[in-house]
């Protein structure tokens, strides 16, 4: 009986070293210790046999056994790694292959894409950016800015107040500001001349209709040193209306008045719709300038020496802005003004509305 033990040992140890695949092995371990088999059917027939003989073939079948077993987990192992191996070197992802694309690819909106394309037309004239404050105080909104204390726009009407009452005088209380030129105070305040900076930002007024929205934006200009002049502020804004309306435009200035400039003006740049003409090739009157043959685009001067005198000297801005040694011009214009000439667009309010089938137009 040793002897069959051992013939079905060596035969099994073969067997399964030789196994291929798990399923083959399975099939191994049903053959030689399945219910039906040599080896269990043998072990059986052990307490037949003499006291002598029955501990030492017992002994060989148990340990012939545990070796098959052994050698079956062994090789399960094995053909485990090497299949985990074989699959995924058959199924490894082809880094290679084109991705899925995008199914939508936001863009900037109008108002962002233009504001930026302004900031850099004016950096590259040498201006910096800045931005500020949208809850402004009256004095930084109005009173530093030379508004007289009866200017309508300081009304209820016109301005949206924070504060129901005053704090601290009526200079400290808040308001949503209703331009950009406060900006001009405290870039002074925080920088000495000479000053050259753009402020891009949103402004509010309690206006709603077709060309005013409660909220804006506007884009502020100030550049301050010694012996600027009206001049240089034609200058920078001719270069300014070619980048944005196209390089055969002109410039002209139009006498007007704001609180914090002297002279102020307003310029209009030559319609590039009519090439300035006022009319069409068909004879018909241009649409754009109603004929006129001129764009109002923005408001600007030269800074009052008051604005100048409001701005405290400090440790910051030494030497300061004495209104004796220094000069400069100041603007504001609406982006969404600009915005609407550019692409025609007739209602102010399509901007906030973010209705994407006039937000696509514009990409
Ligand atoms: N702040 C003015 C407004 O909101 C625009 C403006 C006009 C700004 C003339 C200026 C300027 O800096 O010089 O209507």
Not at 119 to 131: A, N, P, R, T
Not at 308 to 313: G, I, L, R
Request: net charge negative.
């Amino acid at each position: 009986m040793i002897e069959q033990i051992e013939s079905i040992r060596s035969e099994a140890l073969v067997a399964i070293r030789g196994a291929a695949s798990s399923s083959e092995l399975e099939a191994l371990r049903v053959r030689f210790l399945g219910r039906k088999a040599r080896l269990p059917l043998l072990l059986r027939e052990v307490r037949m046999l003499s006291d002598a003989e029955r501990g030492k073939v017992g002994r060989a079948a148990n340990e012939a056994r545990a070796q098959i077993e052994a050698e079956i987990e062994a090789r399960a192992h094995a053909l485990r790694v090497s299949e985990l191996d074989e699959r995924l070197a058959r199924e490894r992802d082809d880094l290679t292959l084109p991705g899925d694309p995008p199914l939508a690819v936001g863009a900037a909106h109008v108002i962002s894409a233009l504001t930026r394309e302004l900031e850099d037309i004016f950096i590259g004239l040498g201006y910096s950016v800045l931005e500020g404050p949208e809850i402004e105080t009256v004095h930084y909104n109005f009173d530093a800015l030379n508004h007289s204390p009866t200017h309508p726009a300081r009304d209820e009407s016109d301005t949206f107040y924070i504060d129901a009452e005053t704090h601290g005088g009526e200079g400290a209380r808040l308001l949503l500001r209703t331009h950009t030129s406060p900006m001009q105070i405290r870039a002074m305040e925080a920088h000495p001349p000479p000053l050259f900076v753009v402020i891009p930002g949103r402004v509010y007024r309690p206006d709603s209709d077709a060309t005013h929205t409660p909220q804006f934006h506007q884009l502020e200009g100030l550049a301050v040193g010694e012996g600027i002049t009206l001049a240089d502020l034609k200058g920078t804004l001719l270069a300014f209306a070619r980048a944005v309306f196209g390089s055969e435009r002109e410039v002209r200035l139009r006498p007007h008045f704001f609180p914090f400039t002297e002279p102020s003006v307003e310029v209009d740049v030559s319609c590039f719709a009519c090439s300035g003409r006022g009319d069409l090739a068909d004879g018909s009157r241009c649409a754009l300038c109603k004929g006129e043959g001129w764009l109002e685009v923005l408001g600007a001067g030269e800074v009052d020496p008051n604005v100048f005198a409001a701005v405290p000297d400090t440790a910051a801005n030494t030497p300061g802005y004495d209104p004796e040694r220094v000069q400069g011009f100041a603007w504001g214009m609406g982006i969404e003004r600009i915005a609407m000439l550019r692409y025609g667009i007739p209602d102010l309010r399509l901007y906030f509305e973010n209705d994407v089938r006039f937000l696509e137009q514009l990409r």
